[in-house]
């Protein structure tokens, strides 16, 4: 069974590896909060109905095996678009990062990320069940 082919599994995959990208950016905006001329940046949000759509269907032009001893080529992570996010008007030093404000977000990726590894535990749980594994 491939486990990371079921939509539910590789939607919750993805939105882990954004929010974990989502993350780094952030820590770089903390890290350069004092740096002068730095703008402050976050990724773009993943439109949730074009995940789905490409979760549930095959892509166009992907490589397919078609027999066992074929090597399976993933998709590659991390192909998320960043974009200049100003927090606050600059100070005179030219930066745009509210250190509060980036806080904030580096909070609600940790909860949002925190959410999704609890689904996936809770989708993998229910398979174990459906195939009568009891996990002990």
Do not use: C
């Amino acid at each position: 069974m491939d486990l990371p082919g079921i939509p539910l599994l590789s939607m919750l995959k993805e939105r882990m590896v954004w929010l974990n990208q989502r993350q780094n950016v952030l820590s770089q905006n903390v890290a350069n909060v004092d740096t002068p001329g730095y703008t402050a940046r976050d990724l773009k949000p993943v439109d949730f109905e074009q995940a789905l759509k490409s979760a549930t269907a095959p892509a166009a032009g992907a490589l397919t095996t078609t027999n066992p001893r074929h090597i399976a080529i993933a998709p590659q992570d991390g192909g998320f678009d960043d974009e200049n996010t100003p927090d606050v008007e600059s100070n005179p030093s030219g930066n745009t990062v509210s250190l509060e404000d980036e806080m904030i977000k580096v909070s609600d990726t940790q909860a949002q990320f925190q959410a999704a590894t609890n689904l996936y535990a809770k989708a993998i749980d229910m398979m174990k069940t459906a195939i009568g594994h009891s996990g002990n």
